[in-house]
Structures are given as C-alpha cells and as structure tokens.
C-alpha cells in the first residue's frame, strides 16, 4: 500500500498545486470585487450586490484551498472533491479562466480509482462520506 500511495501522492501533487494557486487567485480576485463593491466604488455598476458576490466568493475560495491541500495530502477524498468542483463553479470569480481547467483536471485526477484508494476509508470527510462508501 505504500508504494501505491506514494504513487498516488505524485499524481495528485501537480493538480493539487495547481488548484491550491486558483484558490489563492480567485481569493485575491473576489477579495477585490467585495472591497469595490461593499465600498460602492462603482468600478462594475453593480452596487452592494456586487460586495455580496465578492465575499460569498473569498469564502467559496477559502474551500478550493483547503480542498487543494487536502488532495495534496491525501487526506479527504471528500473535501478534495468538494474543492475541485468550486473550482469549476466560480464563474464569478475574475480567475475563472485559471479555475475550471484546473478543476477539470483536479476531477480527472481524483476519479482515478488508484487515487481514490489512496485517501483514507473514513473520518474527515464531506457528510461522513469516505472513499469506501464510493465504491
């Protein structure tokens, strides 16, 4: 099992990497959008709404990051996958074209059964899920 999670631990860490930088950029993106919004600085026009839009997107993008560490650890199936499809669903970000290619492969990554079989069989994950109940 060692060599099996060693090897899984190599195919997550490029993707991980990769969503664990969308999330910091989508962080530093919506952090901007809530500041001009919530300031009303009429940079897009959308008033307050705008600053709600931002903040909902700072906390969705906090998710993506843990999610991220926790693919790159092999620690939550659960999470990984829940970071991964924030990543995909942050349209409103201003990183979008940074999110959704790396959620993908994030995705592709983590629907490897050899990488699924990596993560933990309980504990820690989204719901009480494990990757046991998965298959």
């Known amino acids: 099992m060692v060599e099996g999670k060693d090897k899984a631990l190599r195919r997550v860490a490029t993707p991980a990497n990769g969503l664990l930088v969308a999330g910091i950029l989508m962080a530093a993106g919506d952090t901007f959008v809530a500041v001009v919004g919530l300031l009303d600085l009429k940079v897009f026009n959308l008033g307050q709404a705008e600053g ?16 991220a560490v926790q693919m790159k650890t092999l620690k939550s199936y659960g999470w ?41 069989r309980s504990g820690g994950d989204v719901g ?6 998965d298959q």
């Open 52 to 67: 709600i839009v931002g903040v909902v997107g700072v906390l969705l993008s906090g998710i993506v990051i843990f999610g």
């Open 128 to 133: 009480g899920r494990s990757a046991a109940s």
């Open 80 to 120: 990984a996958m829940t970071g991964s499809v924030l990543a995909l669903i942050s349209c409103c970000s201003p990183c979008w074209i940074v999110s959704i290619p790396l959620g993908i492969w994030s995705l592709v990554i983590l629907s490897d059964p050899s990488v699924k079989a990596a993560f933990p």
